[in-house]
């Protein structure tokens, strides 16, 4: 089989991984050298304590390919650091891995491939199971959203040049990749693979990236905001009755009681209702601040240009939009005597 | 029974620039080469009418692999052909602001990885401002394709100098065991041991002929506008890039800019295996499987210049006056995969051994040398 000459980049972040990312490499690094003859690997350390990047400096001279080691100098956690690995990246297509953790039959990564070359920019792949928290965050996940097609686990992908370009130029901090890829409006498809691996909790960095998830890229905050200022207004409004209905039935309430208690519960209902107010309006300034695209494009064609048919009338180009020096020849004579000219060159008849 | 038939080592169909350049290496190797062309002489259509431009890598940031191998044939190119190669100006590459699918800092840093020189200059110079983001002084040269034509007719002498069979087209073949027999169009028979399909726009109606699967092309029936420039861009190439991308550069010695852009430069396109287009109704002499000329095509479309003007004045103003002069056509031939990335290879695929066929579709002038490794 011939090698695939594009070149393509392997990103993935590490993080205190010194003893699976060896293997992890030299495995990657087999299936790559079979397949395609220009291809690099970006390493995101992302403040490994451990000796993780001296073990990747040492793989790295087995390897078919180049690689390139990032030294994150604070700790970013997985998206962060998954940027900067994707903006050093110089491939035409980019594998983005993530994670050492191979859980995946490695001819996924081919099918990812050949289904880019197909015709889309963005290429995902997620196991067939999942294990059940991950069920019930993205379950939750896409109650609160309205993506299409849904989120879910989906941590290798195939990203063209493009789309990559197009993904790092979005600069809001709080980052979830598979929702800012929906934002570069480029053709995306997901596979499904049969998982291998056994499953590795996180630990902080799950937790804290599957809390950015759900406040950023869900309605999970707002929507809460508003179900809450309308339970609060129920309950001043049903304050309100209760405390007339109350003064009405007994006789022994202190006096005053009826107007500071419908004072009380009308305010707290202004109040309730003012902060749904501004939660809607917070909602709206963050949106301004992260600054998405306003518009995403799939591509743009001009099918028609001229329709022919108008070529039956003169060429309508204005007086004052022509050469002021006439065309003295056609182009199209001139190259036409030339090139018999040079014909007769070429079988050595003229040698001019 | 084959007495009477001229028998020639290699035909190559096609007299464009590939083609006249794989007759050179058949020849200096020695073998008896004949051309076969549907014109009368050589490169009289997308050899010449186009940009004019010797890709040094900088139109395909998104794909790196096509910008470095650009790039490496470059400096062969641009050397091996010294005498048609137009160096006298300045080409000026900048990022749009609107639409553009790569950033200013993205284009620079192609640039680095694809190492290619970018030197960034005051983009008001030549644009309006607050229409690009940035813009760049590069190293990039126009070709002029008359002078390219006379040099390698002149090479293709210094050889065993092959037979032409002008203007006429293959009408029908017979695969024998060891070579193909031809029937043109005027009734002559060719015996050849091997065939190179160098047709560009006619490479699935040769293929056609032959039987064989034809490949995924797409077809644009494209448009360079030749203009004159003011003194203000006498001397300076401008590449927008690269979403509303248009482009006006001198075009080779003749004096003129050619000003293209990709919304209004491809008039019509045809998404078939044959390039079947509308405007075939109206001219007997040109369908899906015999192209006629499109320069010299009487139902043509009309020009794009209203457009294209319109265009060029959102980024360049008033401040450079560009003035029509005559417009070319010819049909541009891509391969109908390379949308993701943009890359443009040169695509060689030998369709069979004993007897020899191969075709070649490049939209590069300067990667003829991809021919050397495979002839």
């Not at chain 1, 003295?328 to 090139?339: N, S």
């Not at chain 2, 200096?28 to 002489?41: F, T």
Request: hydrophobic fraction near 40%; aromatic fraction near 10%.
């Amino acid at each position: 089989m011939t090698k695939d000459p594009k070149v393509v980049s392997i990103v993935v972040r590490v993080h205190n991984d010194e003893r699976r990312v060896a293997s992890f490499l030299r495995t990657i690094d087999a299936y790559f050298a079979e397949r395609f003859a220009n291809y690099e690997f970006v390493v995101a350390d992302d403040q490994s304590t451990d000796r993780t990047a001296d073990v990747v400096a040492e793989v790295a001279t087995e390897l078919h390919g180049s690689l390139t080691l990032l030294r994150l100098a604070n700790r970013h956690g997985r998206e962060l650091s998954m940027v900067a690995a994707l903006e050093r990246a110089m491939g035409d297509f980019l594998f983005e891995l993530e994670d050492v953790q191979i859980d995946y039959p490695l001819d996924v990564l081919g099918r990812m491939y050949d289904t880019a070359l197909s015709g889309y920019d963005i290429v995902g792949a997620t196991p067939k199971r999942l294990p059940i928290r991950l069920r019930v965050f993205y379950w939750l996940c896409n109650r609160l959203s309205r993506y299409e097609p849904g989120l879910t686990y989906e941590h290798i992908r195939v990203v063209s040049r493009r789309a990559v370009d197009a993904m790092v130029q979005l600069r809001e901090r709080v980052r979830y990749r598979e929702v800012l890829y929906r934002y570069t409006g480029y053709r995306q498809t997901r596979l499904t693979y049969e998982g291998t691996g056994r499953w590795r909790f996180a630990g902080r960095d799950s937790l804290s990236f599957a809390l950015d998830v759900l406040l950023s890229f869900t309605d999970a905050g707002v929507r809460t905001a508003h179900a809450l200022s309308v339970l609060f207004l129920i309950g001043a409004g049903g304050g309100v009755i209760w405390t007339i209905v109350r003064s009405l039935l007994s006789d022994s309430l202190p006096p005053w009681w009826m107007d500071i208690g419908i004072m009380l519960a009308l305010g707290f209902g202004g109040v309730y209702l003012l902060l749904g107010i501004i939660g809607e309006y917070l909602a709206r300034i963050l949106a301004e601040v992260r600054s998405r695209p306003l518009y995403t494009l799939d591509k743009t064609q001009s099918l028609v240009v001229t329709p022919t048919e108008s070529a039956r009338e003169p060429l309508d180009v204005p007086a004052e939009d022509r050469a002021i020096e006439p065309v003295a020849e056609p182009m199209m004579a001139v190259q036409r005597r030339q090139a018999l000219r040079d014909r007769q060159i070429a079988e050595g008849r003229d040698s001019s | 029974m084959t007495s009477g038939i001229e028998t020639y080592d290699r035909l190559v169909i096609g007299a464009g620039f590939f083609g006249l350049h794989g007759a050179r290496l058949f020849a200096r190797a020695g073998m008896r080469v004949a051309i076969l062309d549907a014109e009368e002489a050589p490169m009289l259509r997308a050899s010449q009418i186009n940009q004019a431009r010797v890709h040094n890598g900088y139109h395909y940031p998104r794909s790196v692999s096509t910008a470095r191998s650009s790039a490496e044939y470059y400096d062969r190119f641009t050397r091996d052909f010294a005498s048609a190669i137009n160096r006298e100006f300045t080409q000026v590459y900048a990022v749009a602001r609107a639409q553009s699918l790569i950033s200013a800092t993205g284009f620079l840093r192609f640039c680095e990885w694809a190492g290619i020189p970018a030197v960034e200059i005051e983009p008001t110079t030549y644009f309006d401002p607050g229409t690009v983001l940035a813009a760049y002084k590069t190293a990039e040269y126009s070709f002029d394709a008359g002078r390219l034509r006379h040099e390698m007719c002149k090479r293709l002498a210094a050889e065993n100098a092959p037979d032409w069979y002008v203007p006429v087209r293959m009408a029908s073949v017979e695969w024998e065991s060891d070579a193909f027999v031809l029937r043109l169009t005027d009734g002559r028979r060719i015996r050849a041991r091997g065939v190179l399909n160098a047709t560009y726009a006619g490479i699935n109606q040769v293929l056609q002929l032959f039987g064989v699967e034809p490949l995924p092309l797409k077809y644009e029936l494209c448009e360079v506008i030749l203009v004159t420039v003011a003194d203000s861009l006498d001397g300076v190439g401008l590449t927008l890039m690269d979403g509303p991308y248009f482009s006006c550069m001198p075009w080779g010695y003749s004096g003129y800019h050619s000003l293209t852009a990709v919304s209004y430069t491809p008039h019509l396109t045809s998404h078939d295996a044959l390039p079947h287009f509308e405007c075939q109704r109206r001219n007997p002499d040109c369908n899906d499987s015999a192209l006629d000329n499109c320069a010299l095509c009487p139902q043509r479309p009309a020009t794009a210049w209203p457009f294209m003007r319109g265009l060029a004045r959102r980024y360049v103003g008033d401040r450079h006056s560009i003035a029509y002069a005559q417009s070319l056509y010819s049909m541009k031939t891509v391969l109908a995969r390379a949308e993701i990335d943009d890359a443009r290879p040169t695509m060689v695929e030998e369709h069979s051994t004993q007897p020899w066929l191969t075709s070649i579709l490049s939209g590069k002038i300067g990667t003829i040398y991809d021919l050397e490794e495979v002839l």
